[in-house]
């Protein structure tokens, strides 16, 4: 009996689709692409309106060899790659690989692996998206070209395996120039002045805002002579409340996850990186056993847009109302929209395939790392379609001659979607309510404490994502192998939490800023970013994006070819850096393992100091010889 095929690209994926339609399908899995641009040559004709030569990937003809003997006896065929740009670019080199029209197959595409939305797509299959496999397309040419030539470039003055990506680059720039304004930084030294006051046998901190019209803030006290003398001056004084302000507000919910906020909470709360979130992500998209069937827990994990579907939305108030009660349901559901400029594609946000499948209900059936991505995706999107919480917010002024302190307090009145998602925003002693105009206070002592400013911080994963994010660099499935790029060619490493640039990163970094300034830029990164959203959206033609890049591109490519030298990377890398052994000038020096630095007066002199640095958290020392 003949059967209807249904392309995907994992076996597990594979399996979850074919439980759901039945024996009369046959659900293949390509093992994600099984179609690109070749490895070992450019494989782009740019004479020829940047024509690309796409080849079988290595390893993959055996896949194909098989697809193509399923296709021949099949009535119809189905592509149901993943909703998104690679999706659909898979979909259409399958096509070809099949020597297939695109008007001969059908294209079904959904954001959540469960039986209504599969079944549901089915009955409305449509054609491939021109559109978006141009952009897919175009922005593989894009990092081909520039890939395909600073890499090499890098590789012939510093070490082969070195790479130079559109949105890797502006990464490793982020957190470079991070480094550098910590390095740079003076911290400067302050005093801060409090003031301890009892309230019914409880301690309260009052700080000191304002001297006269001086805001401490801003106009700093940075003597200590100063604040002794001002602490003299309180002791002579009496300190009364001026003004009691209370505020009752909301505190909104949280919107639930999208791509870039998955990854950072996942760090933050479970230290997970980013590659090991999508991961797990992709295991819970694409199908968990449970009692015997494979069931995909979440929806799809690749979206910039926090909107929820009506039913999913209508499935969540019944379950707030049922475990929570009445008073957790808000007066109007809440809705969410992006903040990006560009939303690449209408997905929904990343939510549980069912709120009623709990954390603690399905437990047995996940390991240790998908159960806690699960409960946090789960929590996040339950809590998103709860009420606001409400917060009342008392601040007390209170004055001694010209200076004037404060203290306050926030404290929960209501905690509303805070019960499942809860955040610190509780400070403060409940005391602090009971403090009345014109009353003098019980002070215990004033005192000073000192304090100095603190450099920037540097990026953790999270924090980098949020930039890159606010900034339109990247999109959402791009920021998790970008960064798992600056890891594996070591231009930077973790310490704890933060991304540290290696002395690889950092010369990259130099290079790219000097000669390919517009690679590193994060308006021009951003715009690109943006035109491929238009070649998605037909309102761009891809050729025409790619030779306006290229125009630009070429002049700056050819110079540096021209002007890269031993004697410029001396002066990138040493800045006229002395031998620390005889005093003579080091020098960048080449063996077949990469660049180190040497002293000019080898062999008489043997120093000799390492580039490549060790990523696993702790630093090659220099090695003298």
């Given at each position: 009996m003949e059967?209807?095929?249904?392309?995907?690209?994992?076996?597990?994926?594979?399996k979850?689709i074919?439980g759901?339609?039945g024996?009369e399908?046959?659900?293949?899995a390509?093992?994600?692409h099984?179609r690109d641009?070749p490895?070992n040559?450019?494989?782009v004709d740019i004479?020829?309106?940047?024509?690309?030569k796409?080849?079988?990937i290595?390893?993959?003809?055996?896949?194909?060899?098989?697809l193509k003997?399923?296709?021949?006896?099949?009535i119809s065929?189905?592509?149901?790659t993943d909703?998104?740009?690679?999706?659909?670019?898979?979909?259409y080199?399958?096509?070809?690989?099949?020597d297939?029209?695109?008007?001969?197959?059908?294209?079904v595409?959904?954001?959540?692996?469960?039986?209504e939305a599969?079944?549901?797509?089915?009955k409305?299959?449509r054609k491939?998206s021109?559109?978006?496999?141009n952009a897919?397309q175009a922005?593989r040419i894009?990092d081909?070209?520039?890939?395909y030539?600073?890499s090499p470039l890098?590789?012939?003055h510093?070490?082969?395996g070195?790479s130079?990506?559109?949105?890797q680059?502006v990464?490793?720039?982020?957190?470079v120039?991070?480094?550098?304004e910590?390095e740079?930084?003076v911290?400067e030294i302050?005093?801060?002045i409090k003031?301890e006051?009892?309230?019914?046998?409880?301690k309260?901190?009052?700080n000191l805002v304002?001297?006269?019209?001086?805001?401490?803030e801003?106009e700093k006290?940075?003597e200590e002579?100063?604040a002794?003398?001002?602490?003299?001056?309180l002791?002579n004084g009496?300190?009364?409340?001026?003004?009691?302000?209370?505020?009752?507000?909301?505190?909104?919910?949280v919107?639930?996850?999208?791509?870039?906020?998955?990854?950072q909470?996942?760090?933050n709360?479970l230290?997970?990186?980013?590659?090991?979130t999508?991961?797990i992500?992709?295991?819970?998209y694409e199908?968990?056993?449970?009692e015997g069937k494979?069931?995909?827990?979440?929806?799809y994990m690749r979206?910039?847009?926090p909107?929820?579907?009506?039913?999913a939305?209508?499935?969540?108030?019944?379950?707030i109302?049922e475990?929570f009660g009445?008073?957790y349901?808000p007066e109007k559901?809440?809705?969410?929209?992006?903040?990006?400029?560009?939303?690449q594609?209408a997905?929904?946000?990343i939510?549980?395939?069912?709120v009623?499948?709990?954390?603690?209900?399905?437990?047995?059936?996940?390991?240790?790392d998908?159960?806690k991505?699960?409960?946090?995706i789960?929590?996040r999107?339950?809590a998103?379609q709860?009420?606001?919480?409400?917060m009342?917010n008392?601040?007390?002024?209170?004055?001694?001659?010209i200076?004037l302190?404060?203290?306050?307090g926030?404290f929960?009145?209501f905690?509303?979607?805070?019960?499942?998602w809860p955040?610190?925003?509780?400070k403060g002693?409940?005391v602090?309510e009971?403090?009345?105009k014109e009353?003098m206070?019980?002070?215990?002592?004033?005192f000073?404490?000192?304090?100095q400013?603190?450099?920037?911080p540097r990026?953790?994963?999270?924090s980098l994502?949020?930039?890159?994010?606010k900034?339109?660099?990247?999109?959402p499935s791009t920021?998790?192998p970008?960064?798992s790029t600056?890891f594996?060619r070591?231009?930077i490493?973790?310490?704890?939490?933060f991304l540290?640039p290696?002395k690889?990163?950092?010369?990259?970094?130099?290079i790219?800023?000097?000669?390919?300034?517009?690679i590193?830029e994060i308006d021009?990164t951003a715009?690109?970013e943006e035109?491929l959203?238009?070649?998605a959206?037909?309102?761009k033609?891809?050729i025409?994006v790619?030779?306006e890049?290229?125009n630009?591109?070429?002049?700056?490519?050819d110079?540096a070819?021209?002007m890269?030298n031993r004697?410029?990377?001396?002066?990138?890398i040493l800045?006229?850096?002395?031998c620390?052994?005889?005093g003579?000038k080091?020098?960048?020096r080449k063996?077949k393992?990469?660049?180190?630095?040497?002293c000019?007066k080898?062999?008489?002199?043997k120093y000799?100091e390492?580039i490549?640095?060790?990523?696993n958290n702790s630093?090659?020392r220099p090695?003298?010889r």
């Amino acid at each position: 009996m003949e059967k209807k095929l249904v392309i995907v690209e994992s076996p597990t994926k594979a399996k979850t689709i074919g439980g759901i339609l039945g024996k009369e399908y046959i659900v293949f899995a390509t093992m994600g692409h099984i179609r690109d641009l070749p490895e070992n040559e450019f494989g782009v004709d740019i004479d020829n309106n940047f024509s690309p030569k796409y080849v079988i990937i290595p390893g993959k003809k055996k896949i194909v060899n098989k697809l193509k003997k399923i296709s021949k006896n099949s009535i119809s065929i189905y592509l149901a790659t993943d909703e998104d740009r690679e999706g659909e670019a898979i979909a259409y080199h399958t096509v070809c690989i099949l020597d297939k029209n695109i008007d001969e197959v059908q294209r079904v595409a959904f954001h959540e692996i469960i039986p209504e939305a599969v079944k549901e797509a089915f009955k409305n299959p449509r054609k491939i998206s021109i559109d978006l496999v141009n952009a897919q397309q175009a922005r593989r040419i894009l990092d081909r070209i520039v890939g395909y030539t600073i890499s090499p470039l890098l590789g012939k003055h510093l070490e082969m395996g070195l790479s130079a990506g559109r949105v890797q680059s502006v990464a490793l720039r982020l957190i470079v120039e991070r480094e550098k304004e910590i390095e740079n930084f003076v911290p400067e030294i302050y005093w801060i002045i409090k003031c301890e006051v009892d309230k019914e046998g409880e301690k309260l901190i009052f700080n000191l805002v304002k001297i006269g019209e001086r805001i401490v803030e801003k106009e700093k006290i940075k003597e200590e002579k100063e604040a002794e003398e001002i602490i003299e001056k309180l002791k002579n004084g009496n300190l009364y409340v001026v003004e009691k302000i209370e505020n009752v507000k909301n505190l909104n919910p949280v919107p639930p996850f999208i791509t870039s906020t998955l990854q950072q909470e996942a760090s933050n709360i479970l230290n997970f990186s980013s590659s090991k979130t999508m991961f797990i992500a992709q295991q819970l998209y694409e199908g968990i056993e449970i009692e015997g069937k494979s069931i995909g827990l979440i929806t799809y994990m690749r979206t910039d847009s926090p909107s929820i579907a009506k039913p999913a939305q209508n499935q969540t108030l019944k379950f707030i109302k049922e475990n929570f009660g009445e008073n957790y349901i808000p007066e109007k559901p809440n809705v969410y929209y992006t903040k990006s400029k560009v939303s690449q594609e209408a997905h929904e946000a990343i939510r549980p395939t069912s709120v009623y499948r709990t954390p603690e209900s399905i437990k047995k059936y996940l390991n240790s790392d998908q159960f806690k991505l699960y409960d946090l995706i789960w929590r996040r999107f339950v809590a998103s379609q709860m009420k606001s919480a409400v917060m009342k917010n008392v601040k007390v002024l209170a004055r001694n001659d010209i200076y004037l302190f404060e203290t306050d307090g926030t404290f929960i009145l209501f905690d509303g979607f805070l019960k499942l998602w809860p955040l610190k925003v509780e400070k403060g002693n409940k005391v602090i309510e009971k403090f009345e105009k014109e009353e003098m206070l019980n002070v215990k002592r004033y005192f000073k404490e000192k304090k100095q400013t603190q450099p920037p911080p540097r990026y953790t994963e999270s924090s980098l994502i949020k930039t890159l994010e606010k900034y339109d660099i990247g999109r959402p499935s791009t920021y998790a192998p970008t960064i798992s790029t600056l890891f594996a060619r070591r231009y930077i490493k973790r310490e704890r939490k933060f991304l540290v640039p290696l002395k690889m990163g950092r010369i990259v970094y130099e290079i790219l800023k000097r000669f390919f300034p517009e690679i590193i830029e994060i308006d021009f990164t951003a715009k690109m970013e943006e035109d491929l959203d238009k070649i998605a959206n037909g309102q761009k033609n891809w050729i025409e994006v790619l030779k306006e890049f290229y125009n630009n591109f070429k002049p700056t490519l050819d110079k540096a070819n021209e002007m890269i030298n031993r004697d410029l990377l001396n002066e990138i890398i040493l800045e006229d850096r002395k031998c620390p052994k005889c005093g003579e000038k080091l020098t960048i020096r080449k063996s077949k393992y990469g660049i180190f630095i040497g002293c000019v007066k080898y062999p008489e002199c043997k120093y000799k100091e390492e580039i490549k640095e060790n990523a696993n958290n702790s630093r090659n020392r220099p090695k003298k010889r």
